[in-house]
């Protein structure tokens, strides 16, 4: 992936006022984005008609700054499997370094049910 301005801290500054002054570097909420999406794409051939994959934990560095114009590539080696779950290592380097290490946990679910506990919750939370 190519870090783009949309990556950087600065474009968060309208959720997150303190984003605002930030170099134009990839950001560590882009860099989380970016690693559930490789997880994502790692996992869809492996999943029944009617699932999807969730993150449910993640757990990485974020130890240098990749200015915008730089590629970042992620590479996941699968740790472990359970009935509903998947836990991936993660090593995310760009042009000249390894940027990022750690673990990310994808849940794997029913969209439908997942879809119809959401709606619930939403009317609930309307009330």
Do not use: C, Y
């Not at 290592?89 to 000249?96: F, L």
Request: charged content about 20%; hydrophobic content about 50%.
């Amino acid at each position: 992936m190519v870090v783009t301005e949309a990556m950087a801290p600065s474009a968060w500054a309208d959720q997150f006022a303190g984003f605002a002054d930030f170099p134009a570097t990839l950001s560590t909420a882009a860099l989380v984005g970016f690693v559930e999406q490789a997880a994502m794409e790692l996992l869809a051939e492996h999943l029944d008609p009617g699932e999807f994959s969730v993150g449910v934990d993640v757990e990485l560095t974020h130890t240098i700054a990749s200015p915008i114009g730089a590629t970042v590539k992620a590479e996941l080696q699968v740790l472990s499997v359970e009935p509903r779950s998947v836990l991936v290592a993660v090593t995310v380097s760009d042009d000249e370094a390894v940027i990022s290490v750690g673990q990310h946990r994808r849940a794997i679910l029913n969209q439908d049910r997942f879809e119809q506990r959401l709606a619930e919750k939403a009317e609930r939370l309307r009330h």
